[in-house]
């Protein structure tokens, strides 16, 4: 059982339950002690009644002492018989063998004589007034009695009690919990500035724990925005520096012997690979600041996708790399077309780059449940299972199992400014060996939904 409002919930209610039936049980064995410490008492009742059925019987005859010792057994449930010196039942009852048994033994002693039975006190006493006659019997045991159906309901009312009362202390136990859990999973996704203020004005332990994590939060998000603003600052600092030497090269080129031509060819491919670098860690730096697509509006995602993957297929072609698209067609979605666009081109190109000559990227748009989903497959090597969750990170590469098939070695930014542009969406982008070989990356886009104030 996975919930912990549910595991407090039973384990107070199994508790208050014990105590219940505990103290119900303890409260039925000192009042059976009680009861049986009361024999003497029994007994001298006992005999009261018999000195009457025998008075009856004598007066009246056997009709009438029959018929007190019903009204005895049906007013206050006492079965009684009546013995002679001898030992016969008088009054031509069935006599049970546990009533013969105490018979006995009170005729051994020559006095009274008691047991219990299947919880009831059984008694023999002789009769004072009729010497020789014995009145033998079996009194009610009214705690039992009275204990049956009444005491069962009153014991259901308290465990029901008990489990309404462990629920609510459950509950309110739980809350707190479960507010911080809701505000951190905000703060993992993207919310930098969430914040548990409710949980931190307590001042028990779950207060303490509030605080501690909005601290921690707080530091991160410092941390987070700094690196940022650095990356960013670097980024676009560097874009002057890089301009102006694209431009010093374009000019030396005029006047450089035919034979450097090549190495001058050589740094410019890798000025303009320098230049996607600092563009890509612009447009990463650009999304991580926001929280929501800034230029939200409904377009054809089925035409989008379709231009990425015609895109594709044209860039793939020179290198005998091709791209099929199965689009479900009319499908529209409420989003920033640019973002979407370099999400999916991302992935398209990240597929190329490692498609075997002569593979083919399968990219495919379609509903499934409540979301849009975008499927990016390639036939290249994979990817190491245990790398899966982090092809996604900033710069994480995975050289070794997976080898770039296409001169253009990207920056490793691609899968990230996806993953992130699908995050301002609402969706999320996960990736998966497939069984036949190859990387397929999904996106998840959710539903339409009304923008929020």
Same mark, same amino acid.
């Not at 007013?75 to 013969?100: A, C, N, S, W």
């Not at 409540?370 to 497959?377: C, H």
């Given at each position: ?22 103290? &119900? ?43 007190? !010792? ?7 449930? !006492? ?38 039975? *299947? ?101 991160? +998000? ?19 520096? @890089? ?26 491919? +890798? ?9 890509? @860690? ?13 230029? *939200? ?21 020179? &290198?005998? *790399? ?34 075997? +000559? ?14 849009? *989903? ?12 245990? +790398? ?66």
């Amino acid at each position: 059982m996975r919930s912990y409002t549910l595991k407090l919930f039973w384990w107070f209610w199994l508790t208050a339950a014990v105590a219940v039936v505990a103290s &119900h049980m303890i409260g039925k064995l000192a009042e059976e002690e009680q009861f049986r410490n009361r024999g003497e008492t029994m007994r001298e009742i006992a005999a009261l009644y018999g000195e009457k059925a025998s008075s009856t019987l004598a007066r009246n005859g056997r009709e009438a002492a029959l018929d007190y !010792i019903a009204g005895l057994q049906r007013t206050i449930r !006492i079965t009684g018989y009546l013995f002679d010196d001898d030992g016969k039942e008088m009054l031509g009852q069935p006599v049970p063998d546990y009533i013969h048994a105490i018979l006995d033994e009170a005729r051994k002693k020559n006095g009274p004589a008691s047991t219990f039975e *299947r919880g009831r006190p059984v008694f023999a006493v002789p009769l004072e007034s009729f010497p020789g006659h014995y009145f033998a019997g079996a009194l009610p045991n009214l705690f039992r009695e009275k204990s049956s159906a009444a005491t069962l309901y009153r014991l259901l009312a308290a465990v029901f009690a008990a489990a309404l009362l462990s629920w609510i202390l459950a509950v309110r136990l739980t809350r707190p919990l479960k507010g911080l859990g809701k505000t951190m999973r905000k703060f993992a996704a993207g919310s930098l500035d969430a914040r548990e203020e409710r949980a931190a004005r307590r001042k028990d332990d779950i207060g303490t724990l509030a605080r501690d994590f909005n601290a921690m939060a707080a530091r991160i +998000e410092e941390l987070l925005k700094g690196q940022r603003r650095l990356l960013a600052d670097v980024s676009h600092e560097l874009r002057s520096p @890089l301009t102006r030497l694209g431009v010093a090269l374009e000019l030396a080129r005029r006047h450089i012997p035919e034979e450097a031509a090549g190495e001058y060819e050589r740094m410019e491919n +890798e000025l303009a690979r320098m230049n996607a670098l600092i563009g890509s @860690l612009l447009q990463l730096s650009r999304l991580d600041a926001l929280d929501r697509p800034e230029n *939200r509006q409904t377009m054809d995602l089925s035409a989008l996708v379709g231009e990425i993957a015609e895109d594709g297929d044209f860039e793939g072609a020179p &290198h005998g *790399r091709g791209v099929s698209a199965d689009i479900l067609t009319g499908v529209s979605y409420s989003g920033d077309p640019a973002l979407l666009r370099s999400a999916v081109e991302n992935l398209v190109r990240n597929a190329l780059r490692y498609s075997p +000559e002569g593979g083919t990227v399968d990219v495919s748009l379609s509903r499934q449940g409540g979301a849009v *989903r975008i499927l990016v497959e390639d036939r290249g090597p994979g990817v190491p299972d245990e +790398e899966l969750e982090h092809i996604f990170t900033p710069f994480h590469r995975v050289e070794q199992a997976r080898e770039r098939t296409l001169p253009d070695e990207g920056c490793g930014l691609g899968l990230a400014i996806a993953g992130r542009a699908a995050a301002l969406h609402g969706g999320t982008v996960t990736a998966r060996n497939r069984p036949e070989g190859g990387l397929a990356v999904e996106i998840l886009l959710p539903e339409d939904r009304p923008e929020k104030d």
